[in-house]
């Protein structure tokens, strides 16, 4: 079982590292909400970064937006920076859980994962790079097994609500659930929306180093999944979907390699039958397609080069028409916006085999929520903690590198979500 416990010389069931970025400071405020529902009904945490200055503003920020005027005196403050090793392992031999809100991952997040291997923290990021989320597993993933760390990856909207709501299809299902798709649409109110240039720049790096993951994933020397059931069509790079009436492409985030390693790991781990899935986003009408037709070609165009990267990263809104930028969405956009998951499954009815015929029965189900990157990312991050804390049993048996998926499956954290916003339920 998970060591959960605060003692003397680890006094904090949370340090969030990072907590003056622009996510940083919102997943303060959710941890100051929900300080009730640590172990006991008492969490002790403290906030960690660079510098001291910043994260006193932040507690500052927190403090009047909650109400809270204690925040400013009774959260401490450790400083803390990802290229002095020393002061990320002392901040870990603190910690119980590190809330991780460093990224781009690929830069930043490794030398905090080791030292929470090495110092006996377990570990939560909100990273959307397969590429570090896999080689995270690739390269620690025996070594946290060995120390009983948790290191779980992708803790926010990538990808929660697709990997505990293929879960959660799974689970409603009667019978066998052999394929999901999922169909994404996000909701903004008059004055649109827009994310952070973070996860703009994570995109960039990714795609410009695609090839790396390729070669990554072969050394994990993985058998194909197998196949149960008919095989999942895989649908066109831009079609109109019926399901959500509007114009789909693929979604380009971390969902789908994150529910294919959880899948993996049902296999695996507990003999399950493994579900396929399709992952689709839906970008409206066609005035959108021709928007994002002539903004992915220059993408694409510029991304292959470092000229290129340069100006993709120095001109977030240009580049996006608008949709990253580098001050980020202000809290009036926030407040107006969702984002809704529909998942469309099939599978056998109990008593069928799923090796004959075709499916024969379909499930629908929805998850819903607020604003998916800076009100529905801190509520996923930090239920995932706390579960952590209050449900060490319903873990894994031993540490490891693990998806939310994986850790959580026997967890009550779908429960918790819905009491938080993130809502599950069947159509």
Same mark, same amino acid.
């Given at each position: 079982?998970?060591?959960? %416990?605060?003692?003397?010389?680890?006094?904090y069931?949370?340090?969030i590292?990072g907590?003056?970025?622009?996510?940083?400071?919102?997943?303060?405020?959710e941890?100051?909400r929900?300080v009730?529902?640590?172990?006991k009904?008492?969490?002790?945490? +403290?906030?960690? $970064?660079?510098?001291?200055q910043?994260?006193?503003k932040?507690?500052e920020?927190a403090?009047?937006?909650?109400?809270?005027?204690?925040?400013?005196?009774?959260?401490?403050?450790i400083v803390?920076d990802? @290229?002095?090793?020393?002061?990320?392992?002392a901040?870990?031999? =603190?910690?119980?859980?590190? #809330?991780?809100?460093?990224?781009p991952?690929?830069?930043?997040?490794e030398?905090?994962?080791?030292?929470?291997?090495?110092n006996g923290?377990?570990h939560i990021?909100?990273?959307? @790079?397969?590429?570090?989320l %896999?080689s995270m597993?690739?390269?620690?993933? !025996?070594? +946290?097994a060995?120390?009983g760390?948790?290191i779980?990856?992708?803790?926010g909207?990538?990808?929660i609500?697709a990997d505990?709501?293929?879960?959660?299809?799974?689970?409603?299902?009667?019978?066998?659930?052999t394929a999901?798709?999922s169909?994404l649409?996000?909701?903004?109110?008059?004055d649109?929306g827009?994310?952070?240039?973070?996860?703009w720049?994570s995109?960039?790096?990714?795609?410009s180093?695609?090839?790396?993951? *390729?070669s990554?994933?072969?050394?994990?020397?993985?058998?194909p #999944?197998?196949?149960?059931?008919s095989?999942?069509?895989?649908?066109g790079?831009l079609?109109f979907?019926?399901?959500?009436q509007?114009?789909?492409?693929?979604?380009?985030?971390?969902?789908?390699?994150v529910?294919?390693?959880?899948q993996?790991?049902l296999v695996? %781990?507990?003999?399950?039958? /493994?579900? =396929?899935?399709?992952?689709?986003?839906?970008?409206?009408?066609?005035s &959108?397609?021709i928007?994002l037709?002539?903004? $992915?070609?220059?993408?694409? #165009?510029l991304?292959?080069?470092?000229?290129?990267?340069?100006?993709?990263?120095?001109? /977030?809104?240009?580049?996006?028409?608008?949709?990253f !930028?580098? +001050?980020?969405?202000?809290?009036? *956009?926030?407040?107006?916006?969702s984002?809704?998951? +529909?998942?469309y499954?099939?599978?056998?009815?109990?008593?069928?085999d /799923?090796? *004959?015929?075709k499916p024969?029965a379909?499930?629908?189900?929805?998850?819903?929520?607020?604003?998916?990157?800076y009100?529905?990312?801190?509520?996923a991050?930090?239920?995932?903690?706390l579960?952590?804390l &209050?449900?060490?049993a319903a873990?894994?048996?031993?540490?490891?590198?693990y998806?939310?998926?994986a850790?959580?499956?026997?967890?009550?954290?779908?429960?918790?979500?819905?009491k938080?916003?993130?809502q599950?339920?069947v159509?």
């Amino acid at each position: 079982m998970a060591r959960v %416990e605060t003692s003397s010389s680890r006094p904090y069931h949370l340090v969030i590292f990072g907590a003056s970025g622009f996510t940083g400071q919102f997943v303060v405020e959710e941890v100051a909400r929900t300080v009730s529902e640590g172990p006991k009904g008492n969490l002790k945490w +403290a906030v960690a $970064g660079r510098s001291k200055q910043k994260l006193e503003k932040v507690l500052e920020q927190a403090a009047g937006v909650l109400g809270k005027p204690e925040l400013r005196s009774e959260v401490d403050i450790i400083v803390a920076d990802v @290229e002095e090793p020393d002061s990320l392992a002392a901040m870990c031999k =603190q910690a119980v859980v590190v #809330l991780n809100c460093v990224g781009p991952y690929r830069f930043y997040g490794e030398p905090m994962v080791k030292a929470c291997v090495e110092n006996g923290a377990h570990h939560i990021d909100i990273s959307g @790079e397969p590429q570090f989320l %896999e080689s995270m597993q690739l390269n620690y993933n !025996s070594q +946290a097994a060995d120390k009983g760390v948790y290191i779980i990856g992708s803790c926010g909207f990538d990808s929660i609500p697709a990997d505990m709501g293929v879960l959660y299809t799974r689970d409603q299902f009667k019978g066998t659930l052999t394929a999901v798709e999922s169909f994404l649409t996000i909701g903004s109110g008059e004055d649109g929306g827009c994310i952070h240039d973070g996860t703009w720049q994570s995109a960039i790096y990714g795609f410009s180093d695609s090839q790396k993951l *390729q070669s990554l994933r072969r050394k994990f020397n993985h058998k194909p #999944l197998p196949t149960v059931g008919s095989k999942l069509r895989r649908r066109g790079t831009l079609f109109f979907s019926n399901e959500i009436q509007q114009y789909t492409v693929p979604f380009m985030g971390s969902d789908p390699s994150v529910v294919k390693r959880t899948q993996r790991f049902l296999v695996d %781990e507990h003999q399950a039958n /493994p579900v =396929q899935y399709g992952a689709y986003a839906g970008i409206g009408g066609i005035s &959108n397609v021709i928007k994002l037709m002539f903004a $992915g070609m220059m993408f694409w #165009l510029l991304v292959k080069f470092s000229f290129g990267r340069n100006l993709l990263i120095k001109h /977030p809104e240009f580049f996006s028409f608008g949709l990253f !930028s580098k +001050a980020g969405p202000t809290r009036k *956009q926030m407040e107006a916006s969702s984002f809704q998951f +529909a998942f469309y499954g099939e599978g056998y009815t109990e008593g069928q085999d /799923p090796s *004959q015929g075709k499916p024969n029965a379909k499930i629908r189900t929805l998850v819903q929520g607020p604003e998916c990157g800076y009100v529905a990312t801190p509520i996923a991050m930090v239920q995932a903690a706390l579960t952590i804390l &209050n449900e060490p049993a319903a873990l894994p048996k031993t540490g490891g590198v693990y998806t939310p998926g994986a850790a959580f499956a026997k967890t009550t954290l779908t429960d918790r979500l819905n009491k938080h916003g993130i809502q599950f339920s069947v159509v």
